[in-house]
């Protein structure tokens, strides 16, 4: 069974229209902690686990590039992509107590909040997508 989405011919303006509606403060969190605070983690790449770090990080995010353009838009199926990087990466952080700066472990200590309330609305939408409800924000 193939499923098609009625939008218009440019996967762009799609997307945008997809992330416009979602509420503001979702944008705002998105586009000013959870994107930016996890690929921060590239300029951490010397510190100890700084690339096991880094992978989990970006790894929660990078798939979802793939899941946007193919989706056309934001959908549950982003939330569950997160799920099992940042699962690992917030245990990563909260178990393993190397010897860091200062600032690399208030940075950790950051991302894996950070981390653990995406999650939290994370999870529910990522159990939503897998019971079916696979439709993408903001088309119809």
Do not use: C
Request: proline fraction near 6%.
């Amino acid at each position: 069974m193939t499923m098609t989405k009625k939008t218009g011919n440019n996967i762009f303006v799609d997307i945008w229209r997809s992330f416009s509606s979602m509420p503001f403060w979702v944008q705002v969190w998105m586009m000013l902690l959870l994107v930016p605070l996890n690929g921060f983690s590239l300029f951490f790449l010397d510190q100890p686990m700084g690339k096991l770090i880094a992978i989990l990080a970006v790894g929660g995010i990078l798939p979802n590039i793939a899941v946007l353009f193919y989706e056309r838009g934001f959908s549950r199926l982003m939330a569950l992509v997160h799920v099992p990087p940042w699962s690992l990466l917030i245990l990563l952080i909260l178990t393993s107590r190397p010897e860091v700066s200062e600032a690399y472990e208030t940075y950790l200590l950051i991302l894996a909040a950070i981390n653990i309330i995406s999650l939290a609305f994370d999870i529910p939408e990522a159990v939503q997508w897998i019971k079916g409800k696979r439709d993408t924000l903001g088309l119809k």
